[in-house]
């Protein structure tokens, strides 16, 4: 029997741990056991999910900060809804849904690109700041942007409705600061945590592939990967259209998740994007599995405690700060290794090789 390598276990404890979370849920749903405030949270969770796996390519595999994921949910966000709602009735709810995912992600895989190619050649915070610029630029140009059909065709306008100029009877599908009104309601749990898995398995695939080597050499020493022939520019673009694209792919099913979606500061600003970045930190940079599981817990743990009002944000700050000390704190990192499964279990099995031998 051929044994399993060491990543492909983890793989598997990782998809594992999502499939159990997903029947526990679902029991627990259908025996009644979960309130209406914790049903509505299933899909942002596992957008949340997403967006913090995502994102760990390009800040924990990559090594680069990146702080405007928010820009490329809020790109796949809108095209997929406005795709949505240009093929409300032309089209069945799955099919639609489907081709909403896939515009969503080539137009955020698209604005990736555009992003990276001057920046990803500069070094140091440039990134940051300009990754930053593009998530408030893209808010803000989703404020003043005013698209409507008629029989004419589309138009477009960044004044007003008026100076669209729709013929009686024209729809106007982005309305400025009020957005888009009447998505189609096509996210669910189901379909979140399916979007969960695939995510999953291309970050997963891609990090212990010959190109995910590369982009870890890139990380550890882009000097020492230049010597050796790996093509920086290639695979820094890589991770970031790939993060890019997944981010799409979020804010499509956040966009289908909502009856109006509107570009504001907490949804597509830039505390979205830290907040994120919060979930890649605390569940460890590099570490996939982490960044799930930190998503979910920094996600309930809010909900979960506002029954204690004034004392809830600051419960939740010592929560935030004993979770940084303990995945980054050198002495917590020592004691979790003293005392780790694996470690104990690797103890007991050479005690027990040892008293046999005395035995014997």
């Known amino acids: 029997m051929k044994k399993i390598n060491k990543s492909t276990k983890n793989n598997l404890i990782t998809y594992g741990i999502v499939v159990i979370a997903y029947v526990i849920v679902m029991l627990l749903n259908v025996t009644g ?47 997929g809804a406005f795709f949505s709602m240009c093929m409300k009735e032309a089209m069945p709810a799955m099919a639609r849904f489907l081709l909403a995912l896939v515009i ?5 895989a698209a604005c990736g690109m555009l992003i ?20 408030e630029i893209i808010k803000n140009l989703m404020n003043v942007l ?9 138009h477009v306008s960044t004044k ?23 998505t189609p309601h096509d996210a669910s749990f189901t379909i979140g945590i399916i979007l969960v898995l695939l995510t999953l398995f291309i970050i997963l695939n891609l990090v212990h592939s010959r190109d995910g080597r590369a982009i870890m050499a890139i990380r550890d020493n882009r000097i020492a990967a230049e010597s050796i022939g790996i093509n920086v520019m ?23 998740n909502l009856s109006t979606l509107t570009a504001l500061p907490k949804n597509f600003g830039y ?45 939740y700050a010592i929560v935030l700060i004993g979770l940084m000390l303990f995945n980054w704190s050198p002495k ?15 103890k007991t099995g050479t005690k027990n090789v040892s008293e046999n031998r005395t035995e014997e």
């Open 33 to 79: 056991h979960i309130s209406s405030l914790m049903e509505g949270l299933l899909v942002p969770l596992c957008i949340y999910v997403i967006l913090a796996v995502s994102l760990n390519l390009v800040v924990g595999i990559l090594g680069e900060l990146s702080i405007g994921h928010a820009g490329f949910m809020c790109v796949g966000a809108f095209s």
């Open 116 to 135: 990276g190619v001057p920046v990803l050649r500069l070094k140091g915070d440039y990134l940051a700041i300009v990754t930053l610029a593009f998530g």
């Open 146 to 154: 005013y698209i409507g059909k008629d029989s004419r065709g589309f």
């Open 271 to 315: 505390n979205m994007s830290i907040m994120i970045l919060v979930y890649v930190v605390l569940g460890g940079i590099g570490n996939i599995r982490g960044s799930v599981i930190a998503a979910v817990v920094l996600t309930l743990l809010p909900e979960m405690l506002r029954g204690l009002s004034d004392y809830r944000m600051l419960i």
């Open 160 to 182: 007003d409705m008026i100076a669209l100029g729709l013929e009686p009877g024209g729809k106007t599908i982005i309305n400025g600061p009020q957005g888009i009104t009447g």
């Open 234 to 256: 290639k695979y820094k673009m890589m991770a970031f259209t790939i993060s890019a694209s997944i981010a799409g792919v979020a804010g499509v099913l956040y966009a289908h």
């Open 332 to 346: 917590a990192i020592a004691l979790r290794e003293k005392y780790s499964l694996r470690r104990i279990l690797g």
């Open 104 to 108: 969503g992600a080539v137009c955020a």
